[in-house]
């Protein structure tokens, strides 16, 4: 599975902004998908996870009540609606595919290119 992540952007804080994670070869609907974000000089970071039925999403903490996964794998996409965007969520944003959801980025074994979320105070 190859994985596209697209839909960041330079915006302001408390601005919004819609990330999508597509598969541009084979099929990511019998995968968990998870969106990770790594900022300059900082670790990788879990941000939000959901399974492949969309029974079940995670959070960190940190976008909880603010971002929202979603998916629809009729049309091979997995989304987060990011809102009340502050200068700290300032990061790439990466998508990932595993068997089942995780926190963990080495859980995922499909990864996708970066995309840079760049919020301005």
């Known amino acids: 599975v190859q994985l596209q992540a697209y839909g960041g952007g330079l915006v302001q804080a408390g601005d919004s902004l819609r990330l999508s994670c597509a598969a541009s070869?084979?099929?990511?609907?019998?995968?968990?998908v998870g969106w990770f974000r790594q900022a300059p000089g900082k670790e990788r970071e879990f941000v939000a996870t959901?399974?492949?039925?969309?029974?079940?999403?995670d959070y960190a903490d940190s976008v909880k009540d603010r971002f929202t996964i979603s998916r629809d794998n009729a049309k091979n996409s997995v989304n987060l609606q990011m809102n009340s965007l502050k200068p700290e969520d300032t990061a790439v944003y990466y998508c990932?595919?595993?068997?089942?959801?995780?926190?963990?980025?080495?859980?995922?074994?499909?990864w996708g290119q970066g995309t840079q979320v760049t919020v301005s105070s």
């Open positions: 990932a595919a595993a068997g089942y959801i995780s926190r963990r980025h080495d859980w995922y074994k499909y």
């Open positions: 070869e084979g099929s990511f609907s019998s995968y968990a």
């Open positions: 959901i399974n492949r039925y969309s029974t079940v999403a």
